[in-house]
């Protein structure tokens, strides 16, 4: 059975259909495009527009199914005989708005019958370090963090099995970390943060290349 995909996202395994659930931001195509060489005769893409899909998605030859984040019902048929769905986090900071596109995907993909999520979460927590977390007190004072907590929270309470891929910051992303930055300077010159300003940057490619990994290794149940 397949892999779903919702967004632009995937699910796979060799002997299992993975979907995945895709947007059109980078991210998510440099994911597809390294699960394709590695799952795609297990991969079917859930997109909000099949009309609209990429060339690089066209051209796998790979099923695509209408699936809408805002749509449960289209949901559920674009997941149907899915085992494992790659969920990627709705592409708004807006966080009721962002939790409640992704309840929709968890839940529509539990009641078809998939039985693990793959989801891609942002790595401003502690991680494994809870420890270090005051008691009463969030994982992470980022307000961008926020939503992917109450996700994560939810896939741990849905019963499914599942892996949290906690990403970093990607390094294209630069212009949005410095101190002051405009689209309309022509200069080369930029001010940036420092002291306790220090960023881990990592690139879209790469951060695709180690999902695709991830997705296409061994079983990583209940991991983040």
């Known amino acids: 059975m397949p892999l779903v995909g919702l967004g632009h996202r995937c699910c796979f395994s060799s002997s299992t259909w993975f979907l995945v659930r895709s947007f059109s931001d980078s991210c998510p195509h440099s994911n597809l495009s390294n699960l394709l060489t590695r799952l795609a005769s297990d991969i079917i893409v859930s997109l909000h527009?099949?009309?609209?899909?990429?060339?690089?998605i066209a051209a796998s030859g790979v099923e695509v199914r209408k699936g809408d984040y805002a749509d449960p019902d289209s949901l559920r048929t674009a997941f149907a005989g899915a085992d494992k769905l790659f969920l990627v986090?709705?592409?708004?900071?807006?966080?009721?708005?962002r939790v409640r596109m992704h309840k929709n995907a968890i839940s529509a993909a539990k009641a078809v019958g998939v039985k693990h999520i793959y989801y891609t979460s942002l790595a401003f927590g502690f991680g494994a370090r809870k420890e270090l977390v005051p008691a009463d007190e969030r994982e992470s004072v980022a307000a961008v963090m926020q939503a992917h907590l109450d996700t994560e929270a939810y896939i741990r309470a849905s019963?499914?099995?599942?892996?949290?891929?906690?990403?970093?910051?990607?390094?294209?992303?630069?212009?949005?970390?410095?101190?002051?930055?405009s689209t309309t300077d022509t200069t080369d010159e930029a001010i940036i943060p420092h002291g306790d300003g220090a960023i881990?940057?990592?690139?879209?490619v790469d951060l695709g290349?180690?999902?695709?990994?991830?997705?296409?290794?061994?079983?990583?149940?209940?991991?983040?």
């Not at 986090?89 to 708005?97: F, M, V």
């Open 49 to 56: 527009n099949p009309a609209g899909v990429s060339p690089t």
């Open 200 to 204: 881990a940057w990592a690139s879209r």
């Open 159 to 181: 019963g499914l099995t599942y892996t949290v891929i906690r990403e970093g910051i990607y390094s294209e992303s630069w212009p949005l970390y410095f101190g002051f930055w």
């Open 209 to 224: 290349e180690g999902t695709a990994r991830i997705l296409s290794a061994v079983r990583m149940n209940g991991n983040s």
């Open 89 to 97: 986090s709705y592409p708004s900071i807006a966080h009721e708005l």
